[in-house]
């Protein structure tokens, strides 16, 4: 089992950057996909990006191509999301989470973080 603990999130103007950090405990991160899903209100989760255990491989949302970029240290058991242009849109909680499976870029994971806001202005 692994625990995961969003950070990262905030309020920024549109155009701008923000950078999501998962911290995940257990000694098995390595073994893990991982994959960043978010809800905006009143709308399904969707998966925004995914990255294969060895980060070898990587998945995008058409809507995020070119802007955002998934990586991961296995060795402090951490993955990120760096956002840039961001867009009105991209308004939702962003939530981290975890596959044991090897169907994580068709959007199917087993451990999830609380969230965390990102909210961009317009």
């Known amino acids: 089992q692994v625990q995961l603990v969003e950070s990262g999130g905030g309020l920024v103007q549109a155009g701008g950057s923000l950078r999501l950090s998962c911290a995940a405990s257990?000694?098995?991160?390595?073994?893990?996909?991982m994959g960043w899903f978010r809800q905006a209100p009143g709308k399904e989760r969707e998966l925004v990006a995914g990255?294969?255990?060895?980060?070898?491989?990587?998945y995008y949302a058409d809507s995020v191509k070119g802007r955002f970029t998934i990586s991961r240290d296995n060795a402090k058991n951490i993955q990120y999301l760096q956002m840039n242009s961001l867009k009105p849109e991209d308004t939702a909680v962003y939530y981290c989470?975890?596959?044991?499976?090897?169907?994580?870029?068709?959007?199917?994971?087993?451990?999830w973080g609380q969230g965390t806001q990102v909210t961009v202005s317009s």
């Open positions: 990255i294969s255990w060895s980060g070898g491989s990587t």
């Open positions: 989470a975890a596959a044991s499976g090897s169907s994580w870029w068709a959007g199917e994971y087993d451990y």
């Open positions: 257990g000694r098995t991160f390595s073994s893990y996909a």
